[in-house]
Protein backbone atom coordinates (compact mmCIF):
# COMPACT_ATOMS: atom_id res chain seq x y z
CA UNK A 1 0.00 0.00 0.00
CA UNK A 2 1.05 3.50 0.01
CA UNK A 3 -0.15 5.90 1.93
CA UNK A 4 -0.03 9.62 0.88
CA UNK A 5 -0.29 13.05 2.78
CA UNK A 6 1.07 15.85 4.29
CA UNK A 7 3.15 15.51 7.93
CA UNK A 8 1.56 17.04 11.09
CA UNK A 9 4.32 15.61 13.39
CA UNK A 10 6.79 12.86 14.00
CA UNK A 11 7.41 12.02 17.56
CA UNK A 12 8.88 9.00 19.79
CA UNK A 13 5.79 7.31 21.53
CA UNK A 14 7.82 6.60 24.66
CA UNK A 15 5.39 4.32 26.20
CA UNK A 16 5.40 2.29 23.75
CA UNK A 17 9.16 3.01 22.32
CA UNK A 18 8.26 3.09 18.78
CA UNK A 19 8.22 6.40 16.52
CA UNK A 20 4.97 7.64 14.89
CA UNK A 21 4.62 10.03 11.30
CA UNK A 22 0.95 12.09 11.88
CA UNK A 23 -0.66 12.67 8.47
CA UNK A 24 -2.68 15.71 8.32
CA UNK A 25 -6.52 14.50 8.53
CA UNK A 26 -5.82 11.12 9.95
CA UNK A 27 -7.48 9.86 13.10
CA UNK A 28 -4.80 9.12 15.27
CA UNK A 29 -7.09 6.36 17.76
CA UNK A 30 -8.89 5.20 14.32
CA UNK A 31 -6.78 6.05 11.06
CA UNK A 32 -3.61 5.03 9.71
CA UNK A 33 -0.74 5.13 12.02
CA UNK A 34 2.96 4.72 9.96
CA UNK A 35 5.27 3.76 12.60
CA UNK A 36 9.04 2.86 13.06
CA UNK A 37 11.20 1.56 15.57
CA UNK A 38 14.28 3.85 17.25
CA UNK A 39 16.66 1.67 15.40
CA UNK A 40 15.75 2.96 12.28
CA UNK A 41 16.34 6.64 13.14
CA UNK A 42 19.84 6.79 12.00
CA UNK A 43 19.11 5.14 8.25
CA UNK A 44 15.90 7.83 8.19
CA UNK A 45 18.26 10.87 9.15
CA UNK A 46 20.82 9.38 6.75
CA UNK A 47 18.67 9.70 3.70
CA UNK A 48 16.39 12.71 4.68
CA UNK A 49 18.99 14.62 6.34
CA UNK A 50 18.84 16.23 10.17
CA UNK A 51 15.98 16.40 12.63
CA UNK A 52 13.35 14.09 11.67
CA UNK A 53 10.61 16.35 12.21
CA UNK A 54 12.30 19.28 11.23
CA UNK A 55 12.23 17.55 7.55
CA UNK A 56 9.02 16.15 7.43
CA UNK A 57 6.84 18.43 9.15
CA UNK A 58 4.75 19.93 6.46
CA UNK A 59 5.90 18.16 3.52
CA UNK A 60 3.75 15.63 1.91
CA UNK A 61 5.09 12.25 1.65
CA UNK A 62 4.82 9.08 0.05
CA UNK A 63 5.11 6.23 2.96
CA UNK A 64 4.80 2.67 1.07
CA UNK A 65 4.50 -0.66 3.13
CA UNK A 66 2.00 -3.43 4.21
CA UNK A 67 -1.25 -2.38 6.23
CA UNK A 68 -1.50 -4.87 9.29
CA UNK A 69 -3.75 -4.13 12.82
CA UNK A 70 -3.13 -3.77 16.23
CA UNK A 71 -5.93 -3.10 18.09
CA UNK A 72 -7.92 -2.31 15.29
CA UNK A 73 -6.13 0.33 14.13
CA UNK A 74 -4.20 0.03 10.36
CA UNK A 75 -0.57 0.12 10.84
CA UNK A 76 2.18 0.52 8.46
CA UNK A 77 5.31 -0.54 9.91
CA UNK A 78 8.02 1.58 8.13
CA UNK A 79 11.18 -1.32 8.28
CA UNK A 80 13.42 0.38 5.75
CA UNK A 81 14.44 3.58 4.99
CA UNK A 82 13.74 4.18 1.56
CA UNK A 83 9.56 2.91 2.67
CA UNK A 84 9.52 7.19 3.31
CA UNK A 85 9.76 9.27 0.26
CA UNK A 86 9.49 13.23 0.42
CA UNK A 87 7.40 14.42 -2.46
CA UNK A 88 8.42 18.13 -2.66
CA UNK A 89 11.33 20.20 -1.12
Request: glycine share 10%.
Amino acid sequence: MIAEGRVVRVELRRAENVYRIDLRGVDRKRGLACTFAPQLVTALVQRLGGDLDGKLRGKRVQITGTVDFADGQPIIEIRRADQVKVMEP
